[in-house]
């Protein structure tokens, strides 16, 4: 089962006895933060965790599955993430 922002939060603040309304506050700005980064400089490391990066993808031909008609995807800009190597390695 996946962790809740709730309760990342909530581990976040009692392990660094802090308390969850300044832990949200660290979340909202690191958002902030990351956006900026991505936008300006097309990636963020996070150290220990990974990179974030922007990628293009092309545009491609897609098939509604509900009709089984071809349409057309166009291309656009993600956000890929490369998990760091010693994070990567934990997990093996």
């Known amino acids: ?6 309760q990342l939060v ?23 933060i990351v956006q900026d980064a991505l936008e300006n400089d097309g990636e963020l490391t996070l150290p220990g965790i990974g990179k974030l990066k922007v990628s293009e993808r092309a545009a491609r031909t897609g098939r509604n599955p509900q009709t ?3 349409i057309e995807i166009a291309a656009k800009k993600v956000v890929r993430f490369v998990p760091a190597k010693a994070l990567a390695d934990s997990l093996n």
């Open 1 to 6: 089962m996946a962790m809740t922002k709730e």
């Open 68 to 70: 089984g008609k071809s």
């Open 10 to 32: 909530r581990d976040i603040a009692d392990s660094l006895d802090l308390t969850q309304v300044s832990v949200r506050g660290v979340f909202e700005q690191l958002a902030g």
